[in-house]
């Protein structure tokens, strides 16, 4: 449906239609899960889709210190290979089934089989050799090689636990409907519309950070998808949602002086936005070319001047709020366009076509960016277009694509482009691993998130001893040496730090956040209209 139409759609159903009942809330969101399943799903978002029904082993404070929920406790041995948990015994899947430590081993199990095709949770906890269940409130986990990053990356909706009977479904009832322990019971998800949750009863288990452990507040959560701006925006404001997402940078003003409603924000963790250069091959194959492309176009104002300083310019490939961080990362290159200029020169981009772009031995310098703006998020597409007319002034012909995701995958797996946009979260520095260690760049058999085809044995050897202490000051020595090489090499431009930007009623309340920095729904409460 075009924007005008589904804003005319939701204006003329009336506030009157949205006086439901206060223990139901609505909120409207800008992304829709590719699967539902965490385990094997590509996309960070899966977090939000799935915390509501999947329960996870731990949780993480806001002071980032791992607490219980639905292990009581655990250890790790003195090799830092095995992790022992020991579980509740009151647990329940909401198909009636037990939750004990042979569900924890076929979860784990489930993550680290081939055959789930798993992009984003098994590399997380990649040197898995197995589980162990001792008894049925103990399971031990078991590593080739010491990772540190597993306790927290745990607490992440990725490890949620979904019930073994589910996970024997099969991947394409997986992809429609999990099913878990959490406060809500997934109703129906009808995909590019919606997605219903009901309440959990017998729910007792919340996790040691929640403020209660009973069932949640809600009767329903309802997620519904609106993609278009404008369409999610005036939800918010007649009323047809208590909550968006992404809430517009240029209406965030607006937004907050409306006596009806409030802008919470939380940045994310994890990855900034940023474009990740092939350093294998094509055009930025030359160290020059990509110097030049990083200092030659001024990222940092751009992304003021685009989002209204709702989002802070990135100079990492880390974002601020997460462990690890280098903030020495902020002082290590410039905006220098007559620099950048000097670098393409050297390079041998020193001739000019008719249209005033660069050109070495005839042919045109040309960047090719398999750009996805069916999932394009907070004003991407507009941010490209400013990236590519700035690149014009330095020469560059940069072909911002427009390709499906059906197009987009083999081409990333084959490394067919010159340039690809990237943003991950995570709650530990380790997402530097995915980023830039060899083992990650993607082949047709196997996707990685190093989409940059970065490797260099130095970088390999600080991220794997990072992995092998829990000397949490060792660890950001050794991740503040991966950001500052990767920068001074180049493999990486970024360009603004994420933030959840969430517009909410002020008849809500309790919203929640998860350590992801998307907004969690089992304390949150409608009051009367």
């Known amino acids: 449906m075009p924007a005008v139409l589904a804003a005319l759609a939701l204006s003329s159903a009336g506030c009157g239609a949205r006086q439901a009942a206060a223990d139901t809330l609505v909120f409207a969101v800008d992304d829709e899960p590719l699967v539902l399943d965490p ?26 210190r791992v607490e219980p929920w639905l292990a009581t406790a655990w250890s790790v041995s003195p090799d830092r290979r095995t992790y022992t948990f020991t579980l509740r015994e009151d647990v329940k899947f909401s198909d009636g089934t037990r939750f004990d430590a042979a569900a924890v081993k ?5 993550i680290a089989d081939p055959k789930t095709q798993s992009r984003l949770a098994a590399h997380y906890m990649e040197p898995y050799t197995g589980s162990t269940v001792v008894d049925a409130r103990t399971v031990k986990v078991h590593f080739a090689r010491p990772h540190a990053p597993f306790l927290a990356a745990l607490s992440e909706a990725f490890f949620g636990m979904q019930s073994p009977a589910s996970l024997r479904r099969g991947p394409d009832v997986l992809a429609r409907h999990v099913v878990g322990s959490g406060p809500f019971v997934i109703e129906r998800f009808v995909p590019h519309q919606e997605i219903v949750y009901r309440r959990n009863p017998d729910y007792r288990w919340g996790p040691a950070t929640a403020r209660h452990t009973g069932p949640a507040r809600l009767a329903r959560l309802k997620f519904t998808i609106l993609t278009e701006d404008s369409v999610r925006l005036g939800a918010l404001t007649s009323g047809q949602a208590d909550a968006i997402a992404s809430v517009p940078p240029v209406t965030v003003r607006r937004v907050r002086a409306n006596p009806r409603l409030r802008v919470e924000t939380r940045p994310a963790p994890g990855g900034v936005y940023m474009y990740l250069p092939n350093v294998t091959r094509g055009v930025f194959a030359d160290r020059r070319v990509r110097e030049a492309f990083r200092i030659g176009i001024d990222h940092p104002t751009i992304v003021r001047r685009l989002y209204f300083g709702l989002f802070d310019p990135a100079f990492s490939p880390l974002s601020t709020s997460t462990p690890g961080y280098d903030p020495a990362t902020r002082e290590r290159w410039r905006f220098d366009r007559a620099a950048a200029g000097r670098l393409l020169d050297e390079a041998g981009w020193t001739g000019r076509d008719r249209q005033g772009y660069r050109t070495r031995n005839g042919r045109r310098l040309v960047v090719r960016w398999p750009f996805q703006r069916s999932v394009a998020r907070e004003q991407r597409a507009e941010l490209a277009e400013l990236v590519q007319a700035e690149a014009r002034r330095l020469g560059i012909d940069l072909r911002v694509g427009n390709v499906s995701q059906a197009e987009y995958f083999p081409r ?43 490797s260099d044995r130095r970088v390999d050897g600080w991220l794997a001893a990072a992995l092998a202490t829990d000397d949490q000051a060792e660890r950001a020595d050794l991740y503040a040496r991966v950001q500052r090489k990767v920068m001074d090499e180049s493999a990486a431009f970024p360009v603004y730090v994420p933030a959840y930007v969430l517009g909410v009623s002020k008849t809500v309340h309790g919203i929640g956040w998860s350590p992801l920095a998307y907004p969690t729904f089992y304390e949150a409460w409608v009051s009367d209209r």
């Open 39 to 64: 385990h094997a799903s590509p996309q960070d978002s899966a977090a939000l889709f799935t915390r509501p029904v999947l329960d996870s082993l731990v949780s993480l404070g806001p002071d980032g």
């Open 106 to 110: 076929a979860n784990l199990d489930h």
């Open 412 to 454: 990333y797996a084959a490394g067919d482009y010159d340039l690809v946009d990237y943003v991950g979260r995570r709650i530990d520095g380790d997402m530097l691993r995915n980023l830039f260690a060899t083992s990650f760049i993607s082949t047709p058999d196997r996707f990685g998130q190093n989409g940059a085809r970065y």
